[in-house]
């Protein structure tokens, strides 16, 4: 299960919490429930093609990189 650790605050009430399904999904309802937290909106979406990216690479494609030494720019 994900850990309530990994929750990101994004500012403006909101927050984040990665999940890998619809059953973990639930269980984070839950301990919304069980924690008295008020809820005013929740989804539930698939990651962005640069989120999977990202997860799978830890690289930031198009981050701009210094040249190496010894390099034409």
Known sequence: MTELAALERTGGGVLTVPVNGEDEFARIVHHLQAADA?????????????????TLTGDGAGAPTEPKA???P
């Open 38 to 54: 008020e809820v005013s909106e929740l989804a539930l979406r698939l990651s962005t093609l640069d989120e999977v990216f990202l």
């Open 70 to 72: 010894g390099t034409a």
